[in-house]
């Protein structure tokens, strides 16, 4: 498995930016599909963003389309969210995920197809 750990997370107004980071270690970065979740509170986990192993393909729900953006750096075993112009409803904590499949050509969505996840960082946008 691969331990992961996010950092980036803080508090920013409407229109800001932030740049999250997950680092991985243990087994080989570069075999997984990486995916960003987030968690408002009272809601339910939801995707936000995916990449595959390589970085050819990436993924994202639509209510971030246009304004997130999902890169890996598979030497330094990091991924990236980087989040511009934040809304109000942005406010959650964002997790990262490791596939339970290695060398996917696909991106998966679901929470299910993940199997190691960072502790999360929180992300609070304000209006």
């Known amino acids: 498995q691969v331990q992961l750990v996010e950092s980036g997370g803080g508090l920013v107004q409407a229109g800001g930016s932030l740049r999250l980071s997950c680092a991985a270690s243990?087994?080989?970065?570069?075999?997984?599909?990486m995916g960003w979740f987030r968690q408002a509170p009272g809601k339910e986990r939801e995707f936000v963003a995916g990449i595959t192993w390589s970085g050819s393909t990436t993924t994202y729900a639509d209510s971030v389309k246009g304004r997130f953006t999902i890169s890996r750096e598979n030497a330094k075993s990091t991924l990236y969210l980087q989040m511009n112009n934040l809304k109000p409803e942005d406010t959650a904590v964002y997790y990262c995920?490791?596939?339970?499949?290695?060398?996917?050509?696909?991106?998966?969505?679901?929470?299910?197809?993940?199997?190691?996840w960072g502790q999360g960082t929180q992300a609070t946008v304000s209006s």
């Open positions: 995920a490791a596939s339970k499949q290695l060398f996917s050509s696909a991106v998966p969505t679901g929470p299910l197809a993940f199997g190691s």
């Open positions: 243990g087994r080989a970065f570069n075999m997984y599909a």
